[in-house]
């Protein structure tokens, strides 16, 4: 039998032969001893711990994107032929010589090829591999590239078609023990319900480029050739023609990519950036949920609509309708800027609302049922952390000097390495104004209830008081341009205050606003109270880098989209909820890379006392094309995701090894 015939069938079920203890080279065979032979062929010199060490490197798979780039500058021009060629001549060699393939780009009739990390051992993290078509070979319309909402909408639904097909090719080897076969798999990023602008598959002016992994084939610490060359040469080709490539047949059917369905999905896609730009540029409202949407999601830690949820259905009185661009008018509820209450009794859909709000920064796919609810694209979800560290941050708006031993401790220039409620949720409003957000999130159930309220008999009580309830505070925030949106249940005292209230019953939303006011005694609305008296809020006092850590030089593992592990720093955590905008583990991974890369602006002369916030929309909005987003990654092989500058902000506020210091306020 060939050896390709040999390989094959170690994934059919059947154990190769690697040969017993004979053949002259047991103890008296040959003249050679067994550990002779075995450092000859597996190498030697080193301890097995410092062998394990550089062999196997223990970061997970899904964090290879920590280590250096390997791709070579040179990078020649090989064709598939070649490709074959190097695999056939490896075979059988020690694994090792898979390195072969770095520093060459394997061109096909419709793709190129590029190895960007080739794996040191069978167990180490799989390699990373980039394929790139041009548009003549992809085939889209120039209609999908017109602009960047439509290229990542596209790019978003190719990603989702091409993960899918190729992890269902991974093969799966039968083979036992450390001889049998390995390797194999194939892996990529499978997109959550978001539609974001992802490393994984990108659509730019000049092609479409896929990035991915697959764990090299060897039997033991043998290279398999002939599977490896069935993968690279005959597998991945038919995927991508079937998931990177237009069909070619009438009407965009046919063998590849259905462009009627690519089209909806960037319509469906474009209409909702279209609809959240509205509300951007409104002066009246922060926000819409369009009639028909599904807010209940299925489970606490799942994204899928809950089967057989309330249809949203909005109040006439708030009702509101868009014409959008591609499909046609819609209906829903029009949520009013300055301070709006979502009110009703436990279990009624309150926070839900809330959640879906705050995913509302982020288009959705077709059929997640909150693809019509939008909200300001600034927007931040805010609330109490305890033990959260806090950096310079200026709380005294709302918190005034503290006590201690030393005498009474000013909290405008503020931090600790372990926040109270009332505290960190101060921190928190401010960092995010900080950020730029115009509007704010709270539920009260996540708040620390000496924040948000304090009722007239623990005023009598308490005299030394240093924290401002927010009440006295909320509409200050209001004249300062910050909308809040505000959940409770169990405080009026916000009725006074609100500018709206939507009441939840059974999940189906009322406007309670006039009969609010008339409880709370104040009939003509906020206004004609609280409003008239308040006075803007000082803008919040910038802070840049006194210096940061090398994260670069650390390998740090991912864990989620809130936590990542820094190594010898420890965890980074992002707590709860507390940066709703990060939602997949892709835009901690660019967080992580940003916070190198605003490090170095901060060294640069001329960037010295930049504000912070500035910073970050500087590093994440000249990262959208390839070349600018590669300098952002560490090392780009398709598991970063963009993040929003006012994330990257409030992910850099909670680095414990952050070092920041405040700016003066400009004369």
Known sequence: MSNEGQQQQQWAGQRGGDGGRGGGRGRGGGGRGRGAYYKEKYGGGASRRLREEREADPVPSDEAAQWPMEVSNENPISTFDDLRAR?????????GAYKDLLGHTFTSETFTLRFLHVQSDSYAPPSSIEVTLGHAAAGFPAWFLDNETRRVALADHLNRRFAVALTAESLTPRGSGWSGPKGGAWGMVVPSCFVL???SVQVTTEGVTARFTLSLPARGR???GAVCTQLLCKVLPQIVAAHLVAARGNGGGGQGVDLRKAEEFVKNVEDQEWLREQIAMSDELVGFIGDGSILPRAA??????????????S???LRVTFHRPHNGPISGTGLCRGLLLIAGGGFHGKSTVLQSLAAGVYSKVPGDGREWLVIDPTAMHVQSEDGRAVHRVDISPFIGDLPSAQGPRSSADFSTANASGSTS???????????????????????????????????????AEPIAPFTSRVRLLVAAGTSVV?????????LPLADAVLGMVAYTPHDWTQRAWAIAGTPAGPSATAAAKASPLAPPRSRTVASAPALELLKTRVDS????????????????????????????????????????????????????????????????????????AARLEGRHARARPQDVLAAVSRLRAMRLVQLARPM
Request: charged residues 25%; contains cysteine; negative net charge.
């Open 486 to 494: 505000l959940v409770v249940g169990a405080s009026g005292d916000y």
């Open 222 to 224: 043998t290279i398999m």
């Open 561 to 632: 989209a809130r936590r990542a592990n820094l190594g010898e720093l420890g965890e980074w955590d992002l707590g709860p909820a507390a940066v709703c905008g990060i939602v997949e583990p892709g835009q901690l991974r660019f967080a992580i890379d940003a916070v190198a890369r605003i490090q170095r602006r901060c060294q640069e002369q001329q960037q010295q006392h930049a504000r912070l916030e500035s910073l970050a929309e500087t590093v994440v909005r000249t990262a959208g094309t390839d070349v600018q987003l590669a300098q952002v």
């Open 197 to 199: 602008e992802r490393s």
């Open 425 to 463: 949720l101060a921190a928190a409003v401010q960092e995010a104004r900080e950020a730029g957000a115009r509007a704010l999130l709270l539920d009260e159930d996540t708040c620390a209830t000496n924040f948000m309220v304090r009722d007239a008999r623990m005023h009598a009580l308490i005299s």
């Open 300 to 313: 606490g830690d799942s994204e899928a609509p809950a089967p057989g949820a309330v249809p949203w259905v």
């Open 315 to 317: 109040p006439p009185s």
């Open 87 to 95: 695999l056939k001549r490896i075979n059988d060699k020690q694994y």
